[in-house]
């Protein structure tokens, strides 16, 4: 069965650090979304991409985020310098259509 | 307010016993999601409902759309069934979910 994957599955960075989490969506999806949970907290939203732009995104995706589909197979979010508060899972997610989503094994990101 | 409610926030019970988590939300939605997350931290999507009920194997999952209300059922539940349920919601025509904080549940042999 077809599955979202993730890459790496633990990173450690250093605070100011740039980070790139990448995800490999199931291959005839359109949607994909990024998602973060900090420990002991609700998975929260960060950002949709459909036909290669940002259709949505929250008040938390703020500039020192971006995402890309490089190459059409990946998608990435970037973190440019990040800050001890971005220490969380990072989820990946896709979907055919706006219907369900299916969602990657996450990568745990520890800003030091 | 959170948009989504769940209850309890944990629930421990005996291998064999009837499971019920509820689900309320405050928006119009189009679509909710109950996930399952395990301690690793891997999101599996169990059920989307829009309207009705939905069942897999010992999984059932209702939605009451004019309450603003959901429940998730597991029957005859098992050590296996040991997870975080999750409640999500789509409102309107936005493609984000919006969580609720999750419902901790323990089956014990």
Same mark, same amino acid.
């Given at each position: 069965e077809p599955e979202v994957t993730q890459t790496p599955s633990h990173q450690v960075t250093q605070m100011g650090q740039e980070v790139i989490l990448r995800c490999v969506p199931? +291959?005839? &999806?359109l949607y994909f979304y990024w998602y973060r949970q900090i420990l002991g907290q609700k998975v929260e939203f960060l950002v949709s991409f459909y036909n290669n732009e940002i259709s949505e995104k929250s008040e938390?995706? /703020? /500039?020192?985020f971006s995402v890309e589909r =490089? /190459?059409?197979s990946n998608f990435t979010l970037k973190i440019r310098s990040t800050k001890l508060e971005d220490s969380a899972m990072y989820f990946c997610a896709s979907s055919r259509q706006v219907y369900e989503q299916y969602f990657g094994p996450g990568t745990r990101l520890t800003v030091t | 307010k959170n948009e989504v409610e769940q209850s309890p926030q944990n629930l421990t019970a005996q291998e064999g016993e009837f499971i019920t988590i509820n689900c309320s939300y405050s928006v119009g939605i189009s679509a909710l999601h109950w996930l399952q997350q395990h301690p690793g931290g891997g999101i599996v999507s169990l059920f989307m409902l829009s309207s009705g009920k939905k069942k897999h194997g010992r999984l059932i999952a209702t939605i009451n759309i004019q309450e603003k209300h959901s429940s998730l059922h597991i029957t005859?539940? &098992? =050590?296996? /069934? +040991?997870a975080v349920y999750i409640c999500a919601v789509r409102t309107g025509g936005a493609q984000k979910l919006v969580f609720g904080q999750g419902t901790r549940l323990t089956i014990n042999p």
């Open positions: 199931i +291959s005839n &999806h938390i995706f /703020d /500039d020192q =490089p /190459d059409g | 005859a539940s &098992h =050590p296996r /069934d +040991s």
